[in-house]
């Protein structure tokens, strides 16, 4: 099945360094970590529709509003409480969502047949008032722009396929400048903090001063990185077989180690979904070294951590909470269809056994529920003790 993010493996590091004079995630939060998990580069528009209600990009949690990014139609806006629609406004071709200071940005591919048309067409970077759904602006931007933008000091910044990073004014969509790379802004995003953006290209990871557009360093991978995150004092990068952590300065390496990550999730360890052998493993932040590892019954998608518990989806249709410190598994609920309710009164959602559906998209955390999705388009609330699934919606049932 083609998915969101693909998924290169097989790799190695090697540091280039170039002249280091000058030197929300989501939500506009944190670091700046943005994921740019554009459409498998086979998947034609047959392949579109077919999954256009496909929860494929981790939903956002504002503000008491649940906003959920689709493959291929558009966002849509749900009360966390029930499950039921407040706005939806209709897109081409998306991916992940920024909720910041009342306002919801997102960026569309555009239109097309074949991915060559989507690669080749300019898309549009889009601010929606986050009550309302109503549209503040929109602006043409070059380059399949399908990243999650990450919003900076009155900047919306977007990474595209084929172009680079587009710089907007938040207030207006105006552009204000472009970083255009060779190879453009590859699977695993884009990072933003202290004037420099970090970002992978292919196969190539690199720190560009923002202002000067001067690159600062460059890390050659055998594959494409993916995914990046930067936190603290670390900048962690997948790199195809290898799990490394990078000098965020200098892109020197701190250290690296054997893993296969599909996501990642950074506390006291270091946490990464596995996707080789499936499972879900901890890694020491300051070492590398592995502190425990544990098997899933099939691929897992990233995991959200949260109150010492690490909680994974995975593609069989089951949701794992594990002790953070321990790996020890805490619960496991299966989602299915009989689960839920989309009126939010918690009929029929005690877990049952049995195949679930596929899990296409790491969960979102409030602090009183969670929020997953899957591949037909259907949204799920979790207890966070994974005791029950709460209310369920289908995205395709409520337009």
């Given amino acids: 099945m083609p998915t969101r993010r693909t998924l290169l493996r097989r790799g190695g590091l090697a540091v280039a360094t170039a002249g280091l004079a000058g030197c929300s995630a989501g939500g506009g939060t944190g670091d700046g970590n943005g994921s740019s998990a554009g459409p498998a580069w086979t998947a034609t528009r047959s392949v579109v529709e077919r999954l256009r209600h496909a929860v494929t990009s981790t939903p956002v949690v504002s503000n008491g509003t649940l906003y ?6 558009g966002l849509y806006a749900l009360d966390p409480e029930s499950g039921e629609l407040r706005w939806h406004v209709g897109l081409s071709v ?11 940005y997102v960026g569309d591919a555009g239109t097309g047949e074949t991915v060559e048309q989507l690669m080749a067409t300019d898309g549009r970077a889009y601010a929606f008032d986050a009550e309302t759904g109503e549209p503040l602006w929109e602006t043409s931007v070059s380059g399949n722009p399908i990243s999650e933008p990450v919003v900076r000091d009155g900047a919306v910044y977007l990474g595209a396929r084929s172009h680079g990073l587009h710089v907007l004014d938040a207030a207006s969509g105006e552009s ?32 560009v001063d923002l202002d000067g557009g001067e690159t600062l360093w460059e890390v050659y ?74 098997s899933l019954p099939a691929r897992p998608q990233g995991p959200a951590l949260g ?9 069989a249709g089951t949701v794992h909470y594990v002790d953070a410190p321990t790996g020890r598994e805490r619960t496991v609920l299966r989602v299915s269809e009989s689960a839920g309710s989309t009126t939010g009164d918690g009929a029929g959602s005690t ?7 596929l899990l296409s998209c790491s969960p979102a955390w409030d602090g009183d529920a969670l929020y997953v999705g899957d591949r037909s388009g259907t949204v799920y609330a979790l207890r966070d003790d994974g005791e029950a699934v709460r209310w369920r919606t289908d995205l395709s049932a409520v337009e």
């Fill in 68 to 73: 959920v990014p689709t493959y291929a139609d």
């Fill in 94 to 104: 998306t991916d992940g969502v920024c909720v910041h200071d009342g306002a919801v």
């Fill in 176 to 207: 204000s400048r472009s970083l255009p790379f060779a190879q453009g802004v590859g699977n695993g995003g884009f990072a933003v903090r202290d004037g420099v953006v970090y970002v992978g290209s292919r196969r190539r990871t690199l720190a």
């Fill in 221 to 294: 991978t055998d594959e494409e990185p993916d995914p990046l995150r930067l936190e603290g004092d670390r900048f962690y990068v997948e790199t195809g077989s290898e799990l490394a952590a990078l000098a965020p300065d200098s892109g020197e390496s701190v250290w690296s180690t054997a893993a296969e990550a599909a996501g990642l999730a950074v506390g006291s360890a270091v946490y990464a979904a596995l996707v080789g052998t499936p499972g879900l493993a901890a890694f020491d932040p300051s070492s590398g070294a592995e502190r425990w590892r544990r």
């Fill in 307 to 315: 109150d010492g518990t690490l909680v994974v989806p995975t593609r």
């Fill in 351 to 357: 877990p049952v056994d049995g195949a679930g559906p």
